[in-house]
């Protein structure tokens, strides 16, 4: 079985500019959480969608937004890039929202701001 | 604001070594404590507690919550080098609709190295 997917691996961009990743969940799983992960820091929670509404934020600026397809699909967008969003970005999913001997996180996207 | 503090921060021990690691929390509401193993990238479960004093174990690996006093500890014994990894703790808490929506707080992580 697929686990979890991201996608890109590695992005690069520069101040200012607006950033989509992508993450696919296991098959059957209706949960998608979003984390940041700051070199030498724990990951922070960002967002969790279930059956395709928001379940929960975390201490973000608005500037962080998430959506949830129909085939359980998500996507975090990130608009006017900062240095500080320079991070690992985990998707990790689930079959329900706190399940959590069930949620797998994914191998994440590499996210460098210049 | 919940909060979550590990320690040590890193820890360098040889190949048969037992090590502990710590974990304490302060949080409103709390609801489950979870331990995850973190290699190069995805984190990866290893345990849930939510009960004081009961032991959790998975081969050489085993934890405890003490939730009078607010901290969890993840033992490892005979470790291996491939027991080399980041260990994040985090922690689950109800908001105040009782729900808590999937939020985890972690720690920091403490960085295992285990050398042959």
């Known amino acids: 079985d697929a686990g979890v997917t991201q996608s890109p691996t590695h992005l690069i961009k520069t101040r200012g500019q607006h950033v989509t990743l992508r993450c696919s969940p296991i098959?059957?799983?209706?949960?998608v959480s979003w984390y940041q992960q700051v070199l030498g820091q724990g990951p922070q929670f960002i967002f969790q969608?279930?059956?395709?509404?928001?379940?929960g934020r975390g201490n973000f600026p608005d500037r962080f937004s998430a959506r949830q397809f129909p085939n359980y699909s998500s996507e975090l967008n990130v608009n006017a890039l900062l240095l500080g969003d320079s991070a690992l970005y985990l998707c990790?999913?689930?079959?329900?929202?706190?399940?959590?001997?069930?949620?797998?996180f994914g191998p994440g996207t590499r996210l460098l701001v210049l | 604001e919940d909060k979550v503090v590990q320690s040590p921060l890193s820890l360098v021990v040889h190949e048969g070594d037992t090590v502990t690691l710590n974990c304490s929390y302060e949080?409103?509401?709390?609801?489950?404590l979870l331990w995850y193993k973190q290699e190069k990238k995805a984190p990866t479960f290893l345990f849930m507690l939510?009960?004081?004093?009961i032991e959790k174990k998975s081969g050489r690996l085993s934890s405890i919550l003490d939730k009078k006093e607010l901290f969890s500890i993840l033992n490892i014994t005979a470790t291996q080098t491939g027991d080399s990894a980041i260990y994040l703790c985090?922690?689950?808490?109800?908001?105040?609709?009782?729900?808590?929506?999937?939020?985890?707080?972690f720690g920091q992580g403490t960085i295992l190295t285990v050398h042959p």
């Open positions: 990790a999913s689930s079959l329900e929202g706190r399940r959590w001997e069930t949620q797998y």
């Open positions: 098959s059957g799983h209706k949960s």
């Open positions: 969608y279930y059956e395709k509404e928001e379940r």
């Open positions: 949080v409103t509401n709390f609801r489950s």
């Open positions: 939510t009960s004081s004093g």
């Open positions: 985090a922690v689950e808490a109800e908001d105040a609709g009782g729900t808590s929506y999937g939020k985890l707080t």
